[in-house]
């Protein structure tokens, strides 16, 4: 059994090698650092092992072990892309990439809560966190709740567009996640390969009117985005539902 205090020392090596690299940068094979430090090589792997879980290292099938960039975290809240970047001390921005008009299909109004045919906005835009590609979004909002809406509003927060303009807060939602691998379209604007896994986020925003305002399904970077969220037991004092 390797001991903890031997894992330690060599987790300690491995953050000194990591602060020596650049992003991105191989490190040296396994082999050649267990020699280099005369350790075995179970040990080494499990300080990697450590370091993986962190995101501070990054393993590739076939090409080895890379330092890697932190991960952006981003907490599951009712705030905008752009209010979490400021919090984390980086600049958002955003690329508007289209902008359309059409009549929305029977699914897209089905879960924007307006009847069949009324027609919607669609957008797609491209954030960014200091000036690196995060995500990929698309959004839908029923017309009628955002006259008058251009290509040209979209470059900064639509929250707060939503306040400023339209007097809308957006206060609750529900969202799914699941794992997938980017397209083509996706991965150039993200500038990813196709063999990157990204975290797709689908949901719908609520006003305080209970009003559906979007539906948005959003692509992330998997190597640059982490999401964090809050968990509480639930209340033990609810009486049992029947079975």
Same mark, same amino acid.
């Given at each position: 059994?390797t001991?903890?205090g031997?894992?330690?020392?060599?987790?300690?090596?491995?953050?000194?090698?990591?602060?020596?690299?650049?992003?991105?940068?191989?490190?040296?094979?396994?082999?050649?650092?267990?020699?280099?430090?005369?350790?075995?090589?179970?040990?080494?792997?499990?300080?990697?092992?450590?370091?993986?879980?962190?995101?501070?290292?990054?393993?590739?099938?076939?090409?080895?072990?890379?330092?890697?960039?932190?991960?952006?975290? $981003?907490?599951? +809240?009712?705030?905008?892309?752009? #209010?979490?970047? &400021?919090r /984390?001390?980086?600049?958002? @921005?955003?690329?508007? %990439?289209?902008?359309?008009?059409?009549?929305?299909?029977?699914?897209?109004?089905?879960?924007l $809560?307006?009847? +069949?045919?009324?027609?919607?906005? #669609?957008?797609? &835009?491209? /954030?960014?966190?200091?000036? @690196?590609?995060?995500? %990929?979004?698309?959004?839908?909002?029923?017309?009628?709740?955002?006259?008058?809406?251009?290509?040209?509003?979209?470059?900064?927060?639509?929250?707060?567009?939503?306040?400023?303009?339209?007097?809308?807060?957006?206060?609750?939602?529900?969202?799914?996640?699941?794992?997938?691998?980017?397209?083509?379209?996706?991965?150039?604007?993200?500038?990813?390969?196709?063999?990157?896994?990204?975290?797709?986020?689908?949901?719908?925003?609520?006003?305080?009117?209970?009003?559906?305002?979007?539906?948005?399904?959003?692509?992330?970077?998997?190597?640059?985005?982490?999401?964090t969220?809050?968990?509480?037991?639930?209340?033990?004092?609810?009486?049992?539902?029947?079975?």
């Amino acid at each position: 059994m390797t001991a903890p205090g031997k894992i330690g020392e060599v987790r300690a090596r491995l953050l000194d090698l990591v602060d020596l690299l650049p992003e991105g940068s191989p490190l040296p094979p396994e082999r050649e650092l267990a020699v280099r430090w005369q350790v075995a090589r179970m040990t080494l792997r499990r300080a990697m092992d450590d370091l993986v879980l962190q995101d501070m290292l990054v393993r590739r099938q076939g090409s080895g072990t890379f330092t890697s960039r932190p991960k952006v975290s $981003r907490r599951l +809240a009712m705030t905008s892309f752009s #209010e979490e970047m &400021r919090r /984390r001390g980086m600049r958002p @921005a955003s690329h508007t %990439l289209e902008l359309r008009r059409r009549r929305g299909d029977r699914t897209r109004c089905r879960l924007l $809560r307006i009847p +069949a045919g009324e027609v919607v906005v #669609e957008f797609v &835009r491209l /954030r960014l966190a200091d000036d @690196a590609p995060m995500a %990929l979004e698309r959004t839908i909002v029923p017309d009628r709740y955002v006259p008058g809406l251009a290509i040209g509003d979209l470059d900064s927060s639509w929250y707060e567009l939503l306040a400023t303009r339209y007097g809308t807060d957006i206060v609750t939602g529900t969202c799914q996640m699941d794992p997938v691998l980017p397209d083509q379209r996706t991965a150039e604007h993200l500038r990813i390969p196709v063999s990157q896994p990204c975290l797709r986020i689908r949901g719908i925003s609520l006003d305080a009117r209970g009003r559906v305002m979007e539906s948005c399904e959003a692509t992330y970077r998997g190597d640059r985005y982490a999401i964090t969220a809050d968990l509480r037991r639930p209340n033990r004092t609810q009486p049992p539902v029947p079975h």
